[in-house]
C-alpha cells in the first residue's frame, strides 16, 4: 500500500490531550491524490508512483502536463511527486488515494516533507547564529559582520572559500523534513490529518505525508 499523500499545510492549532493537556498541532488538508504512473521493478527498474494533488487552470499547465495527466483520466494537477516504493504498489493508474489509508491502528506517526520559509538575504547572525563583534569602544560600526575568514579566501593556493563556510547569503526556502510526528486525529470526511507538532512552510504551502519510517 501506499501510504503517502500530498496535501496543503492548513495552519497551526492547539489539541486538549485525554489528560487534559493542551498540545501544539498543525492541520493539514492532505489528498485526494490520483495516482498518475505506475513504475515497476521489471520495466523501470525499480517500484515507485507517481502522485497529482490540486486542480490548477489548463493554461496554467503545460501541454506535455495535461496530455500525461489525460491518460490517467483526470485534469492537470498542481504538484506532482514520485514516491518510491520497496515492493509493487498495488494500485493502478487512476486511483484516488485519500487520508483513509491512514484511517488504520498500524499508522501512529508520520513523518511530514515541507520547504520551509524563505527569510532572503540574511548575515551570518541571523543565518547562523554568530554573536557578533564587540559593541565596546575601539570597534568598528559593523558589529554584526561575520569577520574575517583568514586562510579561507582566496591565499596562495588559489582555491578559493572553501565550500560550506558559513557567511551571509540565502537563508530559508530549503527542503525539509519533520520525522515521527504523532498522528492525533484522521478526519476522512474533510481529507484532514491532525499531527502533534510543526510543520515545515508556510500556511498554504504543499506538503507531503508519509508513515514514518523510524516509529509505528
Do not use: W
Not at 21 to 43: D, F, H, N, R, Y
Not at 67 to 75: D, E, I, L, S
Request: some cysteine; proline content about 4%.
Amino acid at each position: 500500500m501506499v501510504r503517502t499523500l500530498l496535501g496543503t499545510k492548513i495552519g497551526m492549532t492547539q489539541v486538549v490531550g485525554e489528560r487534559g493537556v493542551v498540545e501544539p498541532a498543525t492541520i493539514v488538508k492532505a489528498g485526494p491524490c490520483v495516482v498518475l504512473q505506475v513504475k515497476s521493478k521489471e520495466k523501470d527498474g525499480y517500484d515507485a508512483v507517481q502522485l497529482g494533488f490540486g486542480e490548477v487552470k489548463p493554461h496554467r499547465s503545460t501541454m506535455p502536463m495535461i496530455g500525461h495527466a489525460a491518460v490517467a483520466g483526470t485534469g492537470p494537477k498542481r504538484a506532482i511527486r514520485e514516491v518510491r516504493l520497496s515492493e509493487p504498489s498495488g494500485v493502478s493508474r487512476g486511483d484516488v488515494l485519500t487520508v483513509e489509508q491512514f484511517g488504520g491502528d498500524d499508522v501512529s506517526y508520520v513523518d511530514v516533507t515541507g520547504v520551509t520559509k524563505g527569510k532572503g538575504f540574511t548575515g551570518v547572525m541571523k543565518r547562523h547564529g554568530f554573536g557578533g563583534k564587540e559593541a565596546s569602544h575601539g570597534v568598528e560600526r559593523k558589529h554584526r559582520s561575520g569577520g574575517s575568514i583568514a586562510g579561507g579566501g582566496c591565499g596562495p593556493t588559489g582555491r578559493g572559500v572553501r565550500k560550506g563556510k558559513r557567511m551571509a547569503g540565502h537563508s530559508g526556502h530549503a527542503r525539509r523534513t519533520m520525522l515521527s510526528l504523532r498522528l492525533i486525529k484522521v478526519d476522512a470526511e474533510n481529507d484532514v490529518l491532525i499531527v502533534r507538532g510543526s510543520v515545515p512552510g508556510p500556511n498554504g504551502s504543499i506538503v507531503e505525508v508519509r508513515q514514518a519510517k523510524k516509529k509505528g
